[in-house]
């Protein structure tokens, strides 16, 4: 069965300073792989996502993730952070296409950004 | 282009009654999926439509029921509510299977 695992339930960091949440999965078989982000009292936004090709995927709002298939890794990062970056970030893989849009979840990283 | 909307966005409800959540995809989706968003277990998967075909559906028991209609529009039910079930529920809608996942800002349900 898969799983991810996200490693850092809360992450806190000042605006401007790098970050990286981090992300591993376990699976037997090729997924595709997800990060998500949730702003408070809404529904999930598509930071970027893994299907195929480069293993450095760039986003939206200046995240990239790298994809490492052999530590099964797909750590987010950005060099410098805003406040508006406060949010929690959820990190997802499917088995592709055999299983539609059936996404499991990591159970999320709060990432909070003070001045 | 309108997003996902999902109604009613909030409800209260008492334990044994039941309720239904629907969901309208952003047009030409004909992907709709429904997933439950609490404290303790986060974000699960619930069941995915598709051309009114129910296509995937994750571990929950029979109360938890779904549907999608001709338009791709779906509703999901969940009988004889118990407080585990108080919830965020969010409807999601693709355009194809493993595609992006378009998020509505989910129906809180809050069960006494």
């Known amino acids: 069965a898969q799983s991810v695992t996200q490693l850092d339930s809360q992450v806190p960091v000042f605006e401007e300073a790098p970050v990286e949440l981090r992300c591993n999965y376990s699976?037997?078989?090729?997924?595709?792989l997800f990060w998500y982000v949730q702003y408070p009292n809404q529904g999930l936004q598509l930071l970027l996502k893994?299907?195929?090709?480069?293993?450095l995927v760039k986003g939206i709002n200046g995240f990239e993730a790298e994809f490492n298939k052999s530590q099964t890794s797909f750590h987010l990062r950005k060099p410098s952070v805003h406040i508006s970056d406060t949010a929690e970030y959820f990190c997802a893989v499917t088995r592709g296409r055999q299983a539609g849009t059936a996404l499991i979840f990591g159970k999320g990283t709060t990432l909070s950004v003070s001045s | 282009k309108a997003g996902v909307t999902q109604t009613p966005r909030y409800l209260i409800k008492t334990r044994g009654q039941q309720v239904t959540l629907s969901c309208s995809p952003i047009s030409g989706h004909r992907s709709v999926s429904w997933y439950q968003q609490t404290p303790g277990q986060g974000l699960q998967f619930l069941f995915e439509?598709?051309?009114?075909?129910?296509?995937n559906k994750g571990n929950f028991p029979g109360r938890f029921s779904g549907r999608q209609f001709s338009n791709s529009r779906s509703e999901m039910n969940v009988s004889t509510l118990e407080l585990g079930d108080s919830a965020l529920y969010l409807c999601?809608?693709?355009?194809?299977?493993?595609?992006?996942?378009?998020f509505g800002e989910g129906s809180r349900l809050t069960v006494l």
């Open positions: 699976s037997s078989v090729s997924v595709y």
């Open positions: 893994y299907l195929s090709g480069s293993t």
């Open positions: 439509y598709f051309s009114e075909t129910q296509r």
């Open positions: 999601a809608s693709s355009l194809e299977s493993a595609g992006e996942l378009f």
